[in-house]
């Protein structure tokens, strides 16, 4: 299988890595020599110094011969331009392009029915926005995933010391929690990553990871003491693009929902733009804001600022304060995720 690749950053760079690892033909293409000569460096992939919207380019890259057209470069526009013209060249190559701007949020049908005939867009701020919305679902979760359009769960829970499970062998967890199905996909004990089989026992401070359906998630939580908990009231620090995004959706929702941002401009564009939250002007991390809010009421506080040790610090005073549930937008995996506090981090 041929791949093409248009944008060498992260994003570019840990795909054709992964890709190459499976033994795929992958071509990455870009105007930065530096950051081809990381990808060149790093993985057995080819590489070319290009525009990815040139026609040239994509035939010098075999566009022809290609399966899929991967267009990941941090310009929407460039992304748009190569997927268009890779359409005329080739029109049987599979084109998925990342596109963030909120502009484009109402033409993704347009561009998959009309040129140029984009399979897949992926924008990453609203899959961070679904992520966190998952997240705020499910009470405990560490980690959570969906499959076959949400009937399928993958839920990731820590054992806590209160649960009753700890010391039951696989083979006994189905009798255990009522005789539900689930399948026990891993477990993550002292950092390392365990196959489990019918023998292994679950152990306090193991981290579970199961798949169910969607109808038995709830049973089954309860037999690890975690719960399906609807959020009523949610604070949001941070007014940035991935900030407004969820704070239109919990809006939507009907949930209560503030929203604290240090850029009094910012502010202002944000109370045009949305309808009921409450726009806050201030500091996430300053102590008497949060108390004056009633933070302790708050049934999850999400920090999505640009600055990783404001959400860091914001959060810690956020559990420290009473609220029930944090999430980080944080680059950093796994962080804190050893604190009694349970913060739950995500990942752009």
Known sequence: MKIVIIGAGEVGFHIANHLALENKNVVVID??????????DNTDVQVINGSGSSPVILTEAGIKQAEILLAVTDSDETNLVACLVANILSPATKKLARIRSADFDTFYETFSEHAPHIDTIINPEIEVVKTIDRFMSVS????????????????????????????????????????????V?????????????????????????FATDQNRLPIILAAFDKQLDPVKRALIIGGGRIGFRLARMLDEKSIYTKLIEKDPQ?????????????????????QDLLNEENIRDMDVVVTLTNDEETNILASLLAKRFGAKKTIINSNVIKILMGTTDPITTIRT
């Open 31 to 40: 105007k930065n020599a530096d950051a081809l000569q990381r990808v060149s």
């Open 140 to 183: 405990g979760a560490i980690d959570f995933g969906e499959f076959a359009d949400g009937r399928v769960k993958l839920v990731g829970i820590r054992l806590d010391e209160e649960t009753e499970l700890a010391g039951t062998r696989l083979s006994d967890l189905r009798d255990k929690i009522g005789g539900q199905k689930l399948l």
């Open 185 to 209: 996909a891993s477990i993550i004990r002292d950092e390392k990553m365990i196959i489990p089989r019918g023998n292994d026992k679950l152990m306090i401070g193991d981290v579970v990871y």
């Open 266 to 286: 910012r502010c202002a564009k944000l109370a045009e733009r949305l309808n009921k939250v409450v726009v806050l002007h201030g500091d996430g991390s300053d």
